[in-house]
């Protein structure tokens, strides 16, 4: 059997699995529907947790991205996993024991405003559809990839999917899809990273081998012979405030994602919530700390396998010879010595390695059967669908519980409200895919964006809200936009004007940290100058603070 | 006398002073691993060997990470007890 045929037995198969889960926990209530009824188990939700997380970029392209970088790497793993920590202690115990259905939901009632709730939403829609636009990029690429279909009918295939087990199931049928999701994504990975971990240094535990054997030392020595960085030297190529200032961003960024932050709604109780951040993290962490194994292992690999071969040598290579065809690797004989050589500028370097290949090639380097090859792309099409699914849903109840139910028609019947968000998860899904078929030029540059306004806006006023009973909405008011609007206004100059990085050096990716800090002293000052907050928003927030009486306030509240 | 056990039972400014201060303690730990280790002492650290690897850029590519994990677990565990001493556990 070809490789093609075993993956979309493979794929067919998890697809199938999907919509068999999704048809399972279909859902009839409104609470079924945005938050599965509270009713999600701690382990349960942080699998569903980290797949929701884990994007198709964090799995096909980030030990590419780190492989690159070297040292500082260390931005994207800490980055996107020491918002975790945050959640765990500052957000999630809380708006758990808060239990409503959505973060504008908090934004609007903490602080007594229909206006904050209204930007509130809007920032979260934007952020999703930001993000999820990637996503079904994500699902086609893949398809295109491993099974040569175009990328429109790779996209076309995800939405039905995806529409289905989330027009049907909301939250329950999404969790319980991204639990399945998380399983897939995880052995897809593991599995060639341990494979090349044993043929490159003989320790099969990508995370052991990495520490232990000398492969690290091996490849700083090859990397400085080519004249590339030297591999684990810290601040090569970006400086150690740039490397803070991301870092900072990405983390509370991940704090402030609203279809993240919506996870830990669903399960019982405080404690619960608690919990599930760590197993969530727990269950990142297995993928976040084999990627930068892996990243070593792949590079040192292909520069062993390329660098100073000659063209037929390569050519035996049947690996090459297939990536070479995608253009994912490019071969250019630029001095006619009739060898290969990796050099470090773009224009000098005869071998022109993509990203992506690290982790798309290694099953076949470490000439691993065609059934692993086809649970990578099926691991890749469930770190997209999963992710994606998550933020449809965001995109779907900001509108149809913050905007229509909260805001326009607040005595709309049950059964109005659960068809007002099957029909907006199902139009989500539509805009994801026209966004998916053509992505607009800017995706890549809005990403830095939507974690900036994350960090910039939600984190500081969720965080105000619960920990300073003083903060009103005066001041969560002037937070939310003194910091957005900086974030916003620098990161659409810098990155679409052409705008110097002024602020001290600090790069778009890295400028949310400071809109962030922005947000929380405008705040702290603005509403030490106004009236407090009304008593009933004083005990609200003192109720939130204690764990007992989850279950009773999510009755009071339905 | 001193050893008799005291209710905390009601004590609500009292609870939430304990949830502060495990927070601080641990928030401390996770800046030191990730900001302190990874980062602002990266350049010292990359001096001090560890095992094949660096010291710094074990913290930056491994430890910190494993670190963060651990502390979730620990403040999980630590106010399951924190919230019965206090009596507000559900």
């Known amino acids: 059997m070809s490789v093609e045929v075993i993956t979309y037995i493979i794929v067919g198969l998890t697809f199938v699995a999907y919509i068999f889960i999704g048809y399972q926990n279909r859902v009839r209530t409104t609470s079924g529907f945005y938050v599965a009824g509270h009713g999600i188990p701690p382990v349960a939700n942080g699998m569903a947790t980290a797949a929701d997380w884990m994007s198709a970029a964090s799995f096909i392209s980030m030990a590419g991205m780190i492989s690159f970088l070297g040292y500082n790497g260390t931005i994207y793993l800490l980055g996107w996993t020491g918002g975790y920590v945050l959640l765990a202690l500052l957000l999630a115990p809380y708006l758990r024991k808060f239990g409503k259905y959505t973060v504008p939901d908090f934004v609007g009632d903490r602080y007594y405003s229909q206006s904050a709730r209204v930007v509130a939403a809007v920032c979260a829609v934007f952020i999703s559809v930001v993000y999820v636009a990637g996503q079904m990029r994500g699902v086609g690429i893949v398809f295109s990839r491993f099974l040569g279909l175009p990328i429109t009918a790779g996209v076309i295939v995800g939405m039905a999917i995806v529409a289905f087990f989330a027009v049907l199931g909301g939250m329950k049928g999404i969790t319980w899809t991204q639990v399945a999701q998380y399983s897939v994504l995880i052995i897809a990975y593991m599995i060639p990273a341990v494979a090349i971990a044993w043929i490159v240094t003989g320790i099969p535990i990508p995370q052991l081998a990495l520490t232990f054997s000398d492969i690290v030392p091996k490849l700083n020595q090859l990397q400085i012979d080519l004249g590339l960085i030297e591999y684990a030297k810290p601040f090569q190529g970006l400086s150690m405030l740039n490397v803070f200032m991301i870092t900072v961003a990405l983390m509370i960024g991940t704090a402030g994602l609203p279809h993240i932050i919506i996870r830990f709604y669903t399960v019982p109780s405080v404690r619960a919530a608690r919990y599930s951040a760590g197993w969530a993290l727990l269950f990142i962490a297995l993928l976040y700390t084999t990627a930068p194994a892996l990243a070593v292992f792949a590079k040192y690999n292909l520069i062993n396998e390329l660098h100073g071969k000659s063209m037929e040598q390569i050519e035996t290579l049947d690996w090459a010879t297939k990536w070479a065809e995608t253009g994912l690797l490019k071969f250019e004989d630029k001095d006619g010595d009739g060898v290969m050589s990796l050099k470090a500028t773009p224009d000098e370097t005869e071998i022109t390695i993509d990203r992506d290949i690290i982790v798309l090639s290694t099953p076949e380097v470490a000439k691993l059967s065609p059934i692993v090859i086809a649970l990578v792309a099926a691991g890749g099409l469930a770190a997209a669908l999963s992710t994606a699914a998550g933020l449809l849903l965001v995109i779907s109840s900001s509108i149809s519980h913050d905007i229509y139910y909260r805001l326009i028609r607040p005595n709309a019947t049950e059964s109005q409200r659960l068809m007002v968000g099957r029909i907006m998860i199902f139009v989500a899904v539509l805009i994801a895919g026209y966004f998916g078929i053509n992505p607009p030029g800017f995706v890549a540059q809005v990403v830095a964006f939507a974690f900036g306004l994350a960090a910039a806006s939600f984190f500081p006023i969720i965080i105000l809200g619960i920990f300073d009973k003083r903060m009103n909405r005066e001041g969560a008011i002037v937070g939310m936009v003194l910091g957005m609007g900086f974030t916003a206004i620098y990161i659409v100059g810098n990155k679409f004007f052409g705008m110097d990085a002024w602020f001290f050096g600090i790069t778009a990716e890295g400028i949310g940290t400071f809109g962030a800090l922005l947000n929380f002293v405008s705040a702290l000052v603005v509403s030490r100058l106004t009236p407090p907050p009304p008593a009933e928003i004083q005990a609200m927030v003192e109720s939130v603070r204690i764990p007992r009486g989850a279950d009773h306030y999510a009755e009071h509240y339905e | ?90």
């Open chain 2, 1 to 90: 006398m001193a050893d008799e056990p005291q209710s905390k039972a009601g004590d609500g400014v009292g609870y939430w002073k304990a949830n502060l201060r495990l927070i601080i303690i641990l928030l401390a730990i996770w800046a030191a691993v990730s900001y302190g280790a990874a980062i602002f002492l990266a350049n010292p650290l990359y001096n001090i060997p560890f095992f094949q690897i660096n010291l710094a850029f074990w913290f930056a590519h491994q430890g910190a990470m494993i670190v963060f994990v651990v502390l979730i677990f620990v403040y999980a565990k630590t106010m399951d007890k924190i919230d019965r001493d206090y009596d507000v556990h559900e």
